[in-house]
C-alpha cells in the first residue's frame, strides 16, 4: 500500500462508503484536499532552492523526498518542511526512509486500511482467510501490527539492515518476495486485492 493507499482503500461493494461503479471507496481525508494542495503548492516552491528535494503529491498526503539531496541539506529540508506546517495546524509530519511524510491529522494509516479492506472483503472474521501483508517502510509497522494482533496472517518486512518490527518475517531485497509468493500461489488459493 503505497502513500496514499492509507488514504484510498478500494475494495468490492461490501462497505458503506462512498461507491463508483462495482467498487467501494473508503476516503476519510477528503476534507483536506484544498489544504493538501495548497501546502503542495508552497513545498514545491520552497524545495526549489534544495538541489535533488522532490515534493510528490499523494492525493491525500505529500512526500517531500530527500534521496537525491546533499546530507549537508538535511537538516535545513527538514527546518524548512515545518516552517511551512507550522501554519496549519490539522497536519502532521512523519518520517520514512529519506522522506518526509505530511499527513492530515486523523486517525487513519495503513492499519486501518487493512482493516477496511479485509472487512470490506468479508475477510475479517474467518478463520480460512490468511492475509499477507509486504512492506518497506516505518508506515507499514501500523498493518503489521494488525495482523499481530489479530493472531492470523504475516507481515513481511523487507529491508537491508535489521530492525525492531512488529512483522513476523523479513527479506533483505525487493527480489526475495518472488519466491516465497510464488510457492504460496501454488500450494493455495488466493484472492487478490
Excluded at 538541489?51 to 541539506?73: D, I, Q
Excluded at 496549519?88 to 529519506?98: A, E, H, Q, S, V
Excluded at 494509516?109 to 501483508?133: M, Q, T
Aim: aromatic share 10%; with cysteine; charged share 25%.
Amino acid at each position: 500500500m503505497p502513500g496514499a493507499t492509507a488514504w484510498t482503500s478500494r475494495a468490492p461493494p461490501k462497505c458503506l462508503t462512498t461507491r463508483q461503479a462495482d467498487e467501494v471507496l473508503c476516503q476519510p481525508a477528503t476534507e483536506f484536499l484544498p489544504v493538501i494542495q495548497e501546502v503542495h503548492e508552497k513545498l514545491t516552491a520552497k524545495m526549489e532552492s534544495i538541489p535533488g528535494a522532490m515534493v510528490e503529491n499523494n492525493k491525500f498526503c505529500l512526500s517531500v523526498h530527500f534521496r537525491c539531496v546533499e546530507e549537508a541539506e538535511w537538516d535545513a529540508l527538514g527546518r524548512d518542511v515545518k516552517a511551512v506546517l507550522d501554519d496549519y495546524p490539522k497536519l502532521c509530519l512523519t518520517k520514512g526512509r529519506k522522506v518526509l511524510e505530511v499527513r492530515p491529522s486523523i486517525e487513519w494509516n495503513k492499519g486501518h486500511a487493512l482493516k477496511f479492506l479485509l472487512k470490506s472483503l468479508g475477510y475479517a472474521e474467518r478463520v480460512d482467510v490468511f492475509p499477507i501483508y509486504i512492506g518497506d517502510d516505518r508506515t507499514d509497522e501500523d498493518a503489521f501490527k494488525v495482523l499481530q494482533n489479530m493472531g492470523q496472517g504475516i507481515g513481511i518486512l523487507v529491508t537491508k539492515f535489521p530492525k525492531e518490527t512488529s512483522a513476523s518475517y523479513s527479506l533483505r531485497e525487493p527480489a526475495e518476495v518472488y519466491s516465497p509468493l510464488y510457492m504460496c500461489i501454488h500450494k493455495y488459493t488466493f484472492i487478490y486485492i
